[in-house]
Every structure is written in structure tokens, then in C-alpha cells.
Nanobody, 124 residues
Framework: QVQLVESGGGLVQPGGSLRLSCAVS????????MGWYRQAPGKQRELVAI???????NYADSVKGRFTISTNNAKDMVYLQMMSLKLEDTAVYYC??????????????????WGQGTQVTVSS
């Protein structure tokens, strides 16, 4: 079992920045890939950013150049640095992990574990 706890969400003005954090605990030994998804009201959950254990990354086109995913050395934290936030970035953001086999970064299979989500609201 893996437990994921997100933090760092909140209310920010357009153009502002936020940094989301996700604490990963439990059986982290087999985690190969970590990622962030988001779900806006009335929309499907979408992949925002994904990172492998050897630091390969991929981003949704809508956030490229604005968001950065990273992990710490212990691989028990994953971060999402969000800059130049837009109204359309408003969503609940979820941390996710995949274990064991490799993940297609462009079209990942369903994640093995999910956090409870953290709300990000971009509003003036």
C-alpha cells in the first residue's frame, strides 16, 4: 500500500504562483513513476505532469513552460511548481503513483494510487 497526501493548494490571482507538495509513504520501494492530475468542475480528470524515477518528464500542452514537476532524492515527495497561473488552471489537483512496470508518459495506464486532492482556485 502507498499513501499520498497533497498540500499547498489555495486561492491565487491570475499570473500568480503556487507550489503543490505530495508526501508519499508506505511501500514506496516499487514506485517507478509519479504524477499530477487535475479535474475541473464538469470536466474529466486530465494528466498535468508526470515524472519517472530517472527524472524523465512529460507535461500537458496547456501547462508546458509554466509548470514543473520534481521529486526529492528520497523519492518520498513529489512537487508541482505552478507559475503564470490562469483562470483555467482552477481544479482539484491529485497526486498519483505507478509501481513496478514502466509507464507510457504520453498515455499512462491508470495510476495505482491516488491522493485525496487539493483545490487550486485561480481568481481575481
Amino acid at each position: 500500500q502507498v499513501q499520498l497526501v497533497e498540500s499547498g493548494g489555495g486561492l491565487v490571482q491570475p499570473g500568480g504562483s503556487l507550489r503543490l507538495s505530495c508526501a508519499v509513504s508506505g511501500n514506496i520501494f516499487n514506485i517507478r513513476t509519479m504524477g499530477w492530475y487535475r479535474q475541473a468542475p464538469g470536466k474529466q480528470r486530465e494528466l498535468v505532469a508526470i515524472i519517472t524515477s530517472d527524472s524523465n518528464t512529460n507535461y500537458a500542452d496547456s501547462v508546458k513552460g509554466r509548470f514543473t514537476i520534481s521529486t526529492n532524492n528520497a523519492k518520498d515527495m513529489v512537487y508541482l511548481q505552478m507559475m503564470s497561473l490562469k483562470l483555467e488552471d482552477t481544479a482539484v489537483y491529485y497526486c498519483s503513483t505507478w509501481s513496478n512496470s514502466a509507464v507510457n508518459l504520453g498515455k499512462p495506464r491508470p495510476a495505482d494510487y491516488w491522493g485525496q486532492g487539493t483545490q487550486v482556485t485561480v481568481s481575481s
